[in-house]
């Protein structure tokens, strides 16, 4: 371990500032080839011996291209494990693909990299072992330099074998992260082989210290000089340094280079200023190697009594946990699908992301460098304790201290990571001796990067505490523990802590169940949206974290589980099995979480305006539930605002303003640790109205002045399909995406609030229809059908650019109702 507690202790003692920098690492694919390796792979899932060979027959093989998750093309099925989203994730599967390298390339370092291959997998090239990795997190590089034949066809084949219940949620089954074919000059630069950080940072002067690794893979001394040119974010070379090295025969060396940048712009929160580095290895004034490397140039503190401080100023925690899957689209990797998602993250007012309980995909984290949301980047949900049958404790030993090391050199250049979590709820929590592996991972995380603190979410209080264990780590998470923040702090007053997994409230979008109801339904497998509802027994409504946060500002800022619903794990649906540690499916067919303030297709719930209320200063109102109800009946409406009071009329009819701070709501909240009964939440304004067709409308003012208004009509019958598409530009290369909702509209264009219709969809010129959805967890409808009913009045159709420049015509049809069609450009 380096001395980072020591420094950091020093740093909050004295009050200085943490300084650090990051970047992230891609081979710049113009000069030696870093090639695109996803087109044009063979796949077949069976268990089949002598696939790894060259002459194997693949002819009759599925041809694809990759990032590929078999699993999410179903079917859905109560065969398959309801937590695992009730999807065939496991079972022996095979890609294989046949490649030719040029004669040219003899000499060169030919290596094939991974992002990511859920899991279990084995690499061959012409029958040759080359590779495995467990872990479907985490990208792994193998070497095929000894085993190519050049000029003449070759063969890569990789087995999978992932299991059931190897995680507590969907993890996806396939090469469903992107994949390369590296071809280089013996010496060069290794992958993930920079390292930049920042030791000094003022508004006039940065220092920028890059760490290069230079390989050298042939059999001779290399003399060669290495160039490190600086790139602003606005294109411009701000900066170089060159230096003579000498690396010996198949060794690598590493250099260190120390460069002044004038003027810094900070990368920050929505402020995300990324600076390029591009490293060049010249060997008689010849470039050999290129690699570039985005970095921000930031300063992070965290401090016990001001929290975190980013470029010196305290920032809180507005976060959200999130798994790794996309929704209609499953867990192959889509840069554009996950940005969407954070993009509907920040405009909720989120700033912070938890990558529960994971390694993320590269591609979250450069949107999260591109957006400007820090992240706390975690390693793993299990030790060596079990939690599912099939978890990671069954591989801990052999991998855990690669997978860690190799999740940090990952990502460790990304200015948007500001903590390495070593695990989430881990079991070890409860054992006495929990603490020394705790030690173990925190001093690998330090040995690896010493700029950043360490963390992790923490659920046992105080057992984990008592033995320890959450002492040995830099920041302490805790999870759904918002009554305790006070006693932990009073009890610890030098440790720094946050909300790691905060409320876990569920609801169905647009569902709502009068009169009001506390406990979950069984019959209808839908949770109503006036978010009272218990969940599970940790569960609270968002009010009460609120509220613990603002009683103790020494807290960080909290996590909410989670920001996007995500497949598998559909609490309150489905129990807890002990006798297999396994989980029951008899709440079939809820098949995914109802946690978050976002369905599955990223349609907002209500409770994603509540937060809004909370963290956005743009004013805002929201009011629920629909107005389509019965003359007469008394419907509870609520209104979320950030507003000083809300006005609430019907039909023009005011039933007077609520005053937020003076008003409250009665809402039931029971949770662990809270008394049981009903919560006074200042959070939200409401009011008992009786249902009278027409309009409901909320007014929000502040200074006596309306700044916002909320307005929903009562609905005649569905009459006709709107359509409308997130973008209508997109790129024409194959991987682009538009989202394309589906309102389902009386004749005035009212959305109808309960329509369930089956809509068609028909793609036609320059995309395909790559998924579609509609938010409801409980449906069995597959994602890829060219149909989908709405759900609570709407669906989701996601169209996928080709290749070639052009339109794309998007036609929704439905019986009775009047059709729709959009256009998309794809350039
Ligand atoms: C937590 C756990 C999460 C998720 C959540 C649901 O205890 O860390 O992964 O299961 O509960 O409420």
Request: proline residues 4%; contains cysteine; glycine residues 8%.
């Amino acid at each position: 371990m380096k001395n980072f507690k020591l420094y950091y202790t020093i740093c909050i003692l004295a009050g200085t500032l943490l300084v650090m920098s990051c970047q992230s690492n891609t081979k710049k694919p113009s000069f030696v080839a870093d090639q695109n390796f996803n087109k044009d792979w063979l796949f077949q899932k069976d268990t089949i011996v002598g696939a790894e060979n060259s002459s194997f027959d693949d002819s009759g093989w599925r041809k694809l291209n990759v990032p590929h998750d078999w699993a999410i093309e179903g079917p859905f099925s109560n065969v398959h494990n309801a937590r695992n989203g009730g999807l065939p994730i496991d079972g022996i599967a095979w890609y294989r693909k046949h490649f030719t390298i040029d004669e040219a390339h003899q000499n060169k370092q030919i290596s094939v990299e991974f992002d990511g291959v859920m899991d279990n997998a084995t690499v061959y090239i012409n029958g040759k072992f080359v590779g495995e990795r467990h872990y479907g997190y985490i990208g792994f590089e193998c070497d095929l330099t000894s085993h190519i034949k050049f000029g003449e066809d070759n063969v890569i084949a990789v087995k999978l074998a992932p299991e059931v219940l190897s995680e507590r949620w969907y993890p996806g089954a396939g090469i469903y992260r992107n994949v390369r074919l590296k071809i280089n000059n013996a010496l060069h630069i290794p992958q993930w082989g920079t390292f930049v950080t920042t030791p000094t940072v003022t508004d006039r002067q940065a220092t920028v210290s890059i760490k290069t690794k230079i390989k050298n893979a042939r059999n001779a001394l290399a003399k060669a000089t290495l160039e490190t040119i600086i790139i602003d974010p606005n294109g411009t070379i701000v900066a170089s340094a060159s230096e003579a090295i000498t690396v010996e025969k198949t060794t690598e060396n590493e250099v260190t280079q120390n460069i002044e940048i004038d003027n810094p712009l900070k990368w920050g929160i929505y402020e995300p200023n990324l600076y390029s580095a591009t490293s060049q290895i010249k060997v008689g004034g010849v470039i050999v190697d290129e690699y570039k490397t985005e970095f921000g140039i930031r300063t992070i503190h965290f401090n016990k009594e001001k929290g975190f401080i980013l470029n010196g100023k305290p920032v809180e925690f507005n976060g959200v946990c999130m798994h790794h899957d996309l929704g209609p689209l499953g867990a192959a990797v889509n840069y554009r699908a996950t940005e969407r998602q954070m993009q509907m993250m920040k405009d909720m007012g989120v700033n912070a992301l938890r990558t529960s309980h994971n390694p993320p995909s590269t591609e979250m984290l450069q949107v999260c460098d591109r957006l400007g949301i820090v992240v706390i980047d975690e390693a793993f949900d299990e030790w060596k304790i079990a939690k599912v049958p099939n978890g990671y404790h069954k591989y801990f030993d052999k991998w855990h201290e690669k997978d860690l090391r190799d999740m940090i050199k990952r990502d460790r250049n990304h200015p948007s990571v500001v903590m390495w979590s070593i695990g989430n709820e881990i079991l070890e929590q409860s054992k006495k001796d929990g603490w020394k592996l705790a030690k173990h991972l925190n001093d690998i995380c330090h040995d690896e990067d010493d700029s950043r603190p360490t963390t992790a979410g923490f659920n046992y209080y105080p057992a984990s505490f008592e033995n320890k264990l959450a002492y040995q780590v830099d920041v302490v998470g805790v999870n759904y523990k918002p009554s305790f923040y006070g006693e932990i702090r009073s009890q610890n007053p030098d440790m720094i802590y946050y909300g790691s997994e905060t409320s876990s409230q569920t609801s169905s979008r647009g569902v709502y169940h009068l009169p009001l109801e506390y406990k979950h339904r069984k019959e209808t497998f839908q949770v109503s949206s006036h978010d009272e509802t218990t969940g599970p027994k940790w569960a609270y409504p968002p009010d009460v974290e609120f509220d613990a946060q603002e009683q103790n500002p020494t807290s960080l800022g909290e996590f909410i589980w989670t920001g996007f619903d995500y497949l598998g794990e559909p609490t309150p649906y489905g129990g807890r099995d002990n006798s297999t540690n396994g989980y029951w499916n008899d709440d079939w067919p809820s098949r995914s979480s109802y946690f978050a303030p976002v369905d599955l297709c990223g349609f907002p719930k209500d409770r994603y305006y509540l937060y809004q209320s909370q963290w956005i200063t743009e004013p805002m109102v929201h009011v629920l539930p629909h107005w389509n109800w019965k003359e007469g009946m008394i419907i509870p409406v609520y209104s979320y605002t950030n507003c000083e009071e809300v006005e609430l009329f019907v039909n023009g009819k005011s039933f007077g303003k609520k005053v937020k701070g003076k008003d409250f709501t009665m809402i039931h909240a029971e949770y662990n640790g809270f008394e049981k009964g009903m919560y006074k939440s200042k959070y939200r304004l409401s009011w008992n109205v009786p249902f009278e067709k027409g309009n409901i409308k909320v007014v929000g003012y502040i200074g006596g002045k309306e700044v916002t208004t909320k307005e929903i009509k009562t609905a005649g019958k569905p009459a006709k399909i709107k359509l409308n598409a997130d973008r209508i530009d997109i790129n024409a290369d194959g991987v682009d995406l538009s989202f394309v909702t589906v309102r389902i509209e009386d004749k005035d264009g009212n959305l109808c609030p309960e329509a369930s219709n089956l809509v068609n969809f028909n793609v036609e010129g320059e995309g395909t229809l790559t998924a579609v959805g509609n938010g409801n967890a409980a449906s069995l409808e597959a994602f890829q059908e060219n149909y989908r009913k709405a759900f609570s009045g709407q669906c989701l159709a996601i169209v996928k650019a080709t290749e070639n420049a052009g339109t794309i015509k998007v036609t929704a049809t439905s019986n009775g109702l009047e059709s729709d069609v959009i256009s998309i450009i794809s350039k």
